[in-house]
């Protein structure tokens, strides 16, 4: 079964795609076998051990509310982030679980934070993001007992199952008419059928959905990522979690109304900083992001993509022609754009990882980068192999990128690096957009680089805050 653009961009709660997304859509599975087989009642405890990466920057990442939240039957991509307030607010007052009361049962039981049991030095063998749920009866018998994985971007994965996207992928069944798994391959198809890269995508695409509700959910995944940045944009204070970093974007929005009022070109990189500083200010807050692959990195192809709606040749053109060719350019460009960046995605899952926690944040942040440099020399009228080279050439110097958020929490470096990678991504299209598409180390080559890169890399720098600006950089 192949990737789906709607596997890679997902709607849902921040910080993190999979210390927070991913944990809280396990526990809605288990939730749901609970009502399934009819257990609930019988339920009289909870047992959660939480593995890993998870149980090491789990309460920086809201790892833990998040369970508690999925076990309450709520789902990522639809609840708000005023219900999550609400409910995490009640059961820390009560200490009361609303065991599925989201799936239309529910079970009140006193259960907490408190009553995970954290394993944060055991990684179990399938994926440092691990996670155990059982439910037990009255007499202590175990009613129910799964393993869950979170493999990064909101993927999670059961024990014993062999596809470690399978959960977020729609379970049609479909057969795809180009399938491909590495760069090499989507070429192949590009060139035998004269189709562009996300023409390719798109053809996939269609053994899900009709070509019209493929766009319309394109333009919804880029109409959250524009709600996201708007929502930071009025949002002042300090970021939660203790670090008292400022939110930056609001009056960084204040300067540039100012300074550039007319929207002048030559503040493009500004405006990209801005964008990708505010959707990465709302993710931190816990706010409503799109995972694009990851929450870590979501602010680097929403940054991108508004270049690609403000400042591309096809975006200015149209401008210039008025508010209604503009409307109708812009959405073309996002329906491109997404195509194009979610193939080269596909690359990094079949091939690598975008987990922060198996690869380091090169596999968050770099992918991103990847993905969006795609979207852009596609936007700019790329032939498949400039925007291959495009892909390559953000992803090479991105390699080797660890992630050590400070404090486990994604503020410090995660914020500023998605927009050095946006800008990153913007100058990695425009480089391959100046040559013909040749060149001499290929897309494939680099993700496989940066898988063994990630192999190698020591735990301390994937996730678990345990090394680099984590422990260098006093976080209270």
Request: hydrophobic letters at 40%; aromatic letters at 6%.
């Amino acid at each position: 079964m192949s990737i789906s653009v709607f596997d890679l961009f997902t709607v849902g709660i921040g910080p993190s795609s999979s210390h927070t997304v991913g944990p809280m859509r396990a526990a809605r599975r288990f939730a749901e076998t609970l009502v399934a087989g009819d257990l609930l009642e019988r339920t009289a405890d909870l047992r959660l051990d939480i593995y890993g990466s998870l149980a090491a920057t789990g309460r920086g990442h809201g790892t833990f509310t998040a369970i508690l939240l999925g076990l309450e039957g709520y789902d990522p991509e639809l609840i708000l982030p005023d219900q999550v307030e609400e409910r995490l607010a009640d059961i820390d007052s009560t200490g009361t679980l609303r065991l599925c009361s989201a799936l239309g049962a529910g079970k009140d039981l006193p259960y907490g934070v408190e009553d995970m049991v954290q394993h944060p030095l055991t990684v179990l063998d399938r994926h440092t993001n691990g996670m155990r749920f059982q439910a037990l009866d009255a007499e202590g018998s175990v009613l129910a007992d799964e393993t869950w994985f979170s493999v990064g971007g909101g993927f999670i994965v059961q024990e014993g199952e062999e596809d470690a996207g399978g959960d977020q992928q729609d379970g049609s069944g479909a057969t795809v008419p180009h399938p491909f798994s590495t760069a090499q391959q989507l070429l192949e198809h590009c060139h035998a059928t004269g189709m562009d890269i996300s023409e390719v995508m798109l053809a996939n695409e269609r053994t899900r959905r009709t070509e019209d509700e493929i766009r319309a959910g394109l333009l919804h995944i880029w109409t959250v990522m524009e709600e996201c940045k708007d929502s930071s944009l009025r949002r002042t204070g300090l970021l939660p979690g203790g670090l008292n970093v400022a939110r930056r974007a609001p009056e960084w929005h204040r300067r540039l109304r100012e300074e550039d009022p007319d929207r002048d070109p030559k503040f493009w990189q500004e405006w990209v900083n801005l964008v990708a500083l505010a959707v990465n200010e709302e993710n931190a807050s816990g706010g409503r992001v799109v995972t694009a692959p990851t929450n870590g990195a979501a602010g680097i192809i929403p940054a991108v993509l508004f270049y690609a709606t403000h400042y591309s040749p096809a975006a200015l053109d149209a401008a210039a022609q008025g508010p209604e060719a503009l409307r109708v350019a812009r959405e073309q460009i996002v329906t491109r754009f997404l195509l194009a960046a979610a193939a080269v995605g596909v690359l990094y899952k079949e091939q690598a990882s975008i987990s922060g926690a198996e690869v380091g944040c090169q596999g968050e942040v770099g992918s991103a980068s990847s993905m969006a440099a795609a979207g852009l020399a596609e936007v700019l009228g790329g032939s498949p192999a400039h925007v291959e080279n495009a892909a390559e050439i953000a992803m090479e110097h991105n390699l080797g990128l660890t992630c050590d958020p400070i404090g486990g929490l994604v503020q410090i470096p995660c914020i500023e690096r998605n927009a050095i990678a946006a800008a990153k991504a913007i100058n990695a299209a425009k480089m391959a957009m100046w040559g013909d598409g040749t060149h001499r180390v290929s897309l494939d080559e680099v993700i496989v680089t940066m898988r063994e890169t990630g192999k190698d890399m020591s735990h301390k720098y994937k996730e678990t805050a345990l090394g680099g600006l984590a422990v260098n950089v006093v976080a209270c």
